[in-house]
Structures are given as structure tokens and as C-alpha cells.
């Protein structure tokens, strides 16, 4: 069950990492180069 809890918490951590990203990136680049620049980082497991 530790696990299952575990991979909740990595999960979230994961998007909130991506949604920082997601912000700072959109501030510089159009929507299209932002998505292009997070697909490996979507892709990827914790």
C-alpha cells in the first residue's frame, strides 16, 4: 500500500514541477514550443 501511496505523491510532485515549467515557459514561448519542450518530461516516469 506504501507504494500506491508513494506514486500518488511522485505523481503530484510530477505536475506541479510540470506546471511550473508549463508557466515559465509559455511566458517566453507560444503554446506549441511549450508542449514540444514538456513531451519527454510527460513521457518519463518518476
Do not use: G, R, V
Not at 505536475?15 to 511550473?20: D, F, H, N, R, W
Amino acid at each position: 500500500m506504501k507504494l500506491y501511496y508513494d506514486a500518488i505523491a511522485c505523481y503530484q510532485k510530477a505536475l506541479t514541477i510540470a506546471e511550473k515549467i508549463l508557466q515559465e515557459a509559455t511566458s517566453h514561448l507560444n503554446n506549441s514550443e511549450a508542449i514540444h519542450i514538456l513531451c519527454p518530461f510527460m513521457s518519463e516516469s518518476c
